[in-house]
């Protein structure tokens, strides 16, 4: 059995552990139907994985419509629209391998935390806990997340733990909190903006990522 190279292993959660991206652009396109806007869909794949705050600022949208069409947005991606989704292939394996070896395995996403833990569960995708997003506690910045699944789990916020993710701020949070880092060059994150973060390591895919997690 291999040994670890972090006892910690905290992952994101869209473009890291599941190609969630289709299901996700569907659901925006039925808000802006619903809610009468036209949305520049080929450019909202750089905002899968961020809080959805950020998507309604960047195409600012006042605060009243834009709640409004968060609501719808969540409406039907969690009842259809995060069906259409994926685990990376591989990543099933990587996680039940790391767990074996003795790692501990969370997922630390800007995702509501229950739609989060509700598709780890249904796409079988093994770990020992979920921190996530909480609108009602204003909770949606990935160093914030972080911080509380040290706090929950009980893991030190030093280098023995490692953020990996797809996007910018999966990196800078990670580095914030004390944590190792891997970018993702495979998930949804843009190339540049990722490379600028100056993650500790990169993988290009699911295999160069359990070469780094299980050396």
Request: charged fraction near 20%; include cysteine.
């Amino acid at each position: 059995m291999k040994t670890p190279r972090y006892p910690a292993v905290l992952f994101d959660f869209d473009g890291t552990l599941v190609d969630t991206g289709a299901g996700i652009v569907t659901s925006l396109a039925h808000a802006a139907e619903v809610m009468g806007v036209e949305l520049p869909l080929h450019e909202t794949w750089r905002f899968i994985g961020p809080p959805l705050v950020s998507f309604a600022a960047s195409m600012g949208f006042e605060q009243e419509f834009a709640k409004k069409f968060i609501a719808t947005f969540r409406a039907h991606y969690n009842t259809v629209g995060w069906r259409n989704s994926e685990p990376y292939p591989g990543m099933r394996e990587l996680l039940t391998e790391l767990i074996q070896s003795g790692a501990k395995v969370y997922v630390a996403t800007s995702k509501p935390e229950h739609v989060a833990a509700m598709m780890m569960e249904h796409f079988n995708l093994p770990c020992h806990g979920v921190c996530g997003a909480d609108e009602a506690l204003g909770r949606f910045d990935k160093a914030d997340i972080i911080r509380l699944a040290a706090e929950r789990y009980g893991f030190a916020l030093d280098e023995s733990a490692v953020m990996v993710g797809d996007a910018p701020r999966d990196i800078t949070a990670g580095k914030e909190c004390g944590l190792s880092t891997i970018a993702l060059n495979y998930g949804y994150g843009l190339k540049e903006e990722l490379a600028a973060a100056q993650a500790d390591h990169t993988a290009n895919s699911v295999a160069e990522l359990k070469d780094l997690l299980l050396p």
